[in-house]
């Protein structure tokens, strides 16, 4: 499965931001899918993830109760809907697809999208 990540960009801090994550080469209805960011010489952090039929979601700590992850499996694409940006939430945010795994370890996601930047600032 291919994935291609959308919707990055310069904003505000208290600003709004919905990033896509649109799969191709085969239906995401039968994966996990997840979100993760990265800031260089940080290690990559984890953001989001949602099962495949939408049953349960998981978010990281720092953005629990601002971000908020769905999907919808007939477009097969993943959302991140990140509210209430902080300029610490700048970073190159991916998604990442899995047919078993759904949880924080990047290690554990099988397929990667290429990032989009998100820059929040002051």
């Known amino acids: 499965v291919q994935l291609q990540a959308s919707g990055g960009g310069s904003v505000q801090a208290g600003d709004s931001l919905r990033l896509s994550c649109a799969a191709s080469?085969?239906?995401?209805?039968?994966?996990?899918m997840g979100w993760f960011r990265h800031v260089p010489g940080k290690p990559r952090e984890f953001v989001a993830a949602?099962?495949?039929?939408?049953?349960?979601?998981y978010y990281g700590d720092s953005v629990k109760g601002r971000f908020f992850i769905s999907r919808d499996n007939a477009k097969n694409t993943v959302y991140l809907q990140m509210n209430s940006l902080k300029v610490e939430d700048t970073a190159v945010y991916y998604c990442?697809?899995?047919?078993?795994?759904?949880?924080?370890?990047?290690?554990?996601?099988?397929?990667w999208g290429q990032g989009t930047q998100v820059t929040v600032s002051s």
């Open positions: 990442a697809a899995d047919p078993t795994y759904c949880g924080p370890s990047w290690s554990m996601y099988d397929y």
């Open positions: 080469g085969r239906s995401i209805s039968s994966y996990d």
């Open positions: 949602i099962k495949s039929t939408s049953s349960n979601a």
